[in-house]
């Protein structure tokens, strides 16, 4: 997405911008457009590092910088090219100003950034508005808060800021004011001597002041976790004498109790580095608070020099200065006016800055992001490595062990700066580890966000199609209810009448005499009737409640004689050459159509002994096991012992019957 922006200067002086009025097409996510950024200003909130304005050269060979006029973020969980991954642009208005040198705060716990100081461009008038323009992330939205008059607050740039966030408080000491800031402001730029302190849960401000001494401009305020409410630790940049600076000595340490409001003063001894101004820097403790290590990175010169580009540590309470990269003589690329954010426990990401010794691009394809391992404890023990996303606890490096003593997890031996501290009461608030305590509550909490429509449109048609087979589901069971029910009334049906009832199981092949038949009957199906006779069998197998009635008259078949709607038990089966009688299905072994044996349909009468004759060539009863003139026990016998082994009885023969039922239905 191309981006219109106004720019705002043509160099960086030491001390001042060059001004020229230009526009650019850029994509400020396309690493071809991507030289250089600085002046920006970062803050971290869970896992994101947004970026808010500065200047950016957008292409090799452009000296022009150019405003940096919307808001990006580094996306903190996606590591795969080893450096964060540069995302957005997000929400910003034309009404919230782009600013050079300005700050960013966080409220880690309600999650709000807050933009507050900056300078705007040559060309450009400030607004008469000295306002802070926060930012909604769960919203995407910007509102102003505006300062009032009685606060006596004025816009600033290049000041030192924190912030502490168990007080859901920003700080900001010192910092330039003039006409680059300040609407109507006439007169030479000043620097301001007094550290603001801006409520971001209340959105009040109120004043305290600053360290003793002359008023102190682009050096660095840091938190370390220490004392009762934590301490800000305050050095470098430049001291301001009217109209005049002076290097502030990096070895002059200022130390403020947030408790108390108190300024404490430390000469830090070791290995000092040159005075500097716009460097970076970022703090890690040890997991015992037994020392407070403060990363410092960059910077510009204070006199002729081109800058550094070199990394110290300040190791407290002892204040020692360690140099820490490079360990020999090596061709650096000193710049400044960059940020620090300490992410993940035990790394820093460096971003940005401005390079006055050459014209060459910072990185593009990383847009000018590298990383810091503060623990030094990757496989390669180099100071500059890949980023992961991993959450690891910082250790204390083997530089700072050589000098403090104890272990990479704490337990430092030398506490006390050199020649001991000259106020009981800061060593006092140094041998107090910052005591964890409850959370900040949150003041507000996230809105339920609406789904898009697509996400609504699925959800409904999953419901509809979750009830449609939840229906259908209940309309088969209660189908085979309504069917199990209405055999068991037709049987019902059939006993209340007087009417025989067929016992039903389950063969291979299945012979029926009665109508179209609604279930199988075995070849040697039997009929009973109501009238008492052979009342213990029907009883035993009616006990098995697995027999269907058939209310049709038996079906007259070609050889047979019947009368009354009853068999004539005197008839014998016949074969019928050449035809098949109706309602007559094959059955095992009898392959023949020629040779299927008809099964005459009887009812038993008390006394009557049922006897089965067979025609046509090769069946015998010993085929089927049934003999001529045998009585019904042993008939049901034999028929029993052709399709299953073990003894027979009358019980087991019905059991057997009504389980065979069962599982058909």
């Not at 590092?49 to 950016?56: K, L, P, Q, S, T």
């Not at 035809?579 to 008390?606: A, V």
Request: glycine fraction near 10%; include cysteine.
């Amino acid at each position: 997405m191309a981006v219109k922006t106004m720019g705002i200067v043509a160099g960086l002086m030491a001390m001042a911008m060059g001004v020229s009025a230009v526009t650019t097409s850029y994509d400020p996510l396309k690493t071809s457009d991507f030289c250089r950024r600085h002046g920006h200003a970062t803050a971290h909130i869970k896992n994101k590092v947004y970026i808010d304005g500065g200047a950016i050269n957008v292409r090799l060979g452009d000296p022009k910088n150019y405003t940096v006029e919307h808001l990006l973020y580094l996306d903190l969980d996606n590591d795969e090219a080893r450096i964060p991954a540069l995302s957005g642009p997000l929400s910003k208005p034309p009404a919230v100003p782009s600013l050079y040198g300005g700050q960013l705060w966080a409220d880690e716990v309600n999650e709000r950034l807050f933009a507050f100081g900056g300078d705007f461009a040559d060309d450009m008038t400030p607004d008469d508005n000295p306002a802070v323009w926060a930012y909604d992330p769960w919203n995407n939205t910007w509102a102003s808060i505006p300062i009032e008059p009685s606060a006596n607050v004025t816009r600033r740039s290049f000041g030192a800021s924190t912030t502490i966030q168990d007080e859901g408080k920003a700080y900001y000491l010192g910092g330039w004011y003039g006409d680059r800031n300040i609407a109507g402001f006439q007169g030479s730029r000043q620097a301001a001597g007094d550290l603001l302190i801006f409520d971001m849960v209340q959105r009040v401000w109120r004043k305290d002041s600053g360290p003793q001494g002359a008023p102190r401009v682009e050096g660095v305020l840091v938190y370390v976790p220490a004392g009762d409410t934590g301490l800000l630790v305050s050095f470098g940049g430049l001291y301001v004498n009217g109209n005049g600076t002076t290097p502030a000595p990096m070895e002059d340490i200022d130390v403020y109790d947030a408790s108390t409001g108190d300024w404490f003063r430390v000469k830090a001894a070791g290995t000092v580095p040159e005075p500097r101004r716009r460097f970076c820097a970022g703090e890690s403790s040890a997991g015992d608070g037994s020392s407070h290590n403060i990363y410092l990175y960059g910077g510009a010169a204070t006199n002729n020099s081109i800058g550094y580009g070199d990394v110290y540590i300040l190791t407290m309470p002892s204040f020692r200065w360690i140099k820490w990269w490079p360990t020999t003589d090596e061709s650096l690329r000193p710049h400044n006016t960059l940020s620090c954010n300490v992410v993940k426990g035990n790394q820093m990401i460096v971003m940005g800055g401005h390079f006055p010794g050459d014209d060459k691009c910072d990185s593009p394809e990383a847009f000018g992001v590298h990383n810091m391992d503060l623990s030094n404890q990757n496989t390669e023990k180099a100071v500059w490595y890949g980023y992961t996303k991993v959450n690891t606890a910082y250790k204390v490096p083997e530089a700072i062990v050589n000098v403090v003593g104890g272990s990479e997890t704490g337990n430092a031996t030398l506490r006390a700066p050199e020649g001991g501290f000259n106020n009981t009461l800061l060593q006092t608030l140094f041998s107090r580890t910052l005591s964890p305590i409850p959370g900040r509550a949150p003041t507000r909490t996230p809105k339920s966000k609406k789904l898009p429509k697509s996400a609504l449109i699925g959800m409904v048609l999953g419901i509809l199609v979750a009830l449609i087979l939840v229906l259908v589901g209940i309309l088969l069971i209660l189908k085979r209810v309504k069917n199990k029910r209405k055999v068991e009334q037709s049987a019902r049906d059939a006993d209340q009448q007087g009417l025989p009832l067929v016992a039903q199981t389950s063969f291979p092949r299945v012979a029926e005499v009665h109508g179209s038949p609604t279930q199988n009957v075995p070849p040697s199906a039997y009929m009973y009737d109501k009238s008492g006779n052979n009342a213990s069998v029907l009883q035993e197998l009616a006990s098995t409640d697995v027999y269907k009635s058939y209310p049709t008259d038996p079906v007259e078949l070609d050889s047979g004689v019947y009368g009354g709607g009853r068999a004539s038990s005197s008839k014998p089966y016949t074969q019928v050459s050449g035809t098949t009688p109706k309602n007559m299905i094959e059955e095992e072994p009898y392959s023949d159509p020629q040779r299927i044996p008809l099964l005459q349909q009887q009812q038993i009468n008390d006394g009557v002994t049922p006897t089965e004759t067979y025609n046509g060539d090769g069946i015998s009863p010993a085929t089927d096991r049934r003999t001529s003139g045998a009585t019904f026990d042993q008939t049901r016998a034999s028929r029993h012992s052709h399709f299953s082994e073990g003894p027979w009885s009358p019980a087991r023969d019905a059991v057997e019957e009504g389980r065979l039922a069962v599982e058909r239905r």
